[in-house]
């Protein structure tokens, strides 16, 4: 183990790299994560701002929003 | 006809969010069952270089980052060049989702080669042909973006970084071929090179798992980017009242 972390005394060059890959990887799911719910809750608001009879789909107005927003929280 | 027919379903856009929503586990997960795959392959199972030792397992990082800061980058130029030629909205979004991941990993190859080049060249940093032109294409992703964001009117940000990513996409090739125009301190290929891959299978495998959980894992992120930037440029559509109805995520 103490070798495998010793990287044959490369330790401080592999490990930042493998680090901070991981950590992009991280953030780019983050970022994509957030920036569609970002979108969708700015979706919706604007969907409740519409005036009633717009916003409907069918028989009832207000269940589908309240769905998405329960999804978005 | 019947092609045409399929394209158009595809490029609706509440088709497009539905599809993309459906496909994302089924790239997220293969690609990441890859990613520790192959990572796991060139960290404990892959043998040390003999002239490298240890410090070639960056390749495993470093190369599926190089690689996807390219394929990322012409995927942006050809979508960015369907949206202007077409007016196909979709594609802009597609255009616009890539570029931040692009960046990101364009970002990556060059600090993990920086951390490779060390070692092995004794500079964390060489004016060289390979190098520069892969700085430049990080500078044309930070471009594009920064680009985007000085529109307020999303269409004309659409169009004008269009125009700044098809410009851009004659660095893709100089970045490829950088190793054989000039003397570069970069070595040249080793895995699609003539006279097959220069590596054992123990080292090559986890190398190609690598390589393609990078790209699913593009199109995993590119789903859930693309969602959110229908979503933006659907604003008024009226199939955004259903949103929620059936099953929105």
Known sequence: MADFLHMGGY??????????????????????????????????RRLQMLPAHEAE?????????AELSKESA | MATWTWFHKLASPPHFYRIAG????????????????????????????????DAFR????????AWLSLMCYTYMAIAAAVGLIWRIKLAHAVAAATAPIGASFAFVCLATGSLWGKPMWGTWW?????????????????GYMALRNA???????DRASAVLAIVGVVNVPI?????????????????????????PPEMLIPLLMCFFGFTLMYGALLCVRVRGEVLIRERNAAWLKQLGAPRAA
């Open chain 1, 11 to 44: 330790a401080q060059f592999v490990w930042p790299s493998y680090l901070l890959t991981f950590l992009v990887i991280a953030l780019n799911i983050w970022g994509a994560v957030r920036m569609h719910a970002n979108a969708r809750e700015r979706a919706l």
């Open chain 1, 57 to 65: 789909s069918s028989s009832s107005p207000s269940a589908p929003l």
């Open chain 2, 22 to 53: 459906t496909l994302t586990p089924w790239l997220a997960i293969p690609a990441a069952l890859l990613i520790v795959g192959g990572v796991y392959g060139g960290l404990v199972r892959a043998p040390a270089d003999y002239q490298q030792g």
């Open chain 2, 58 to 65: 960056i390749v495993y990082v470093h190369a599926p980052s």
């Open chain 2, 126 to 142: 060489e004016w060289d042909a390979r190098l520069t032109s892969q700085l430049i294409l990080l500078f044309l992703y930070l």
């Open chain 2, 151 to 157: 529109f307020d009117d999303l269409q004309r940000a």
């Open chain 2, 175 to 199: 970045i490829h071929f950088s190793v054989y125009w000039w003397n570069s301190l970069h070595q040249g290929r080793t895995v699609l090179k003539e006279g097959g891959p220069g590596m």
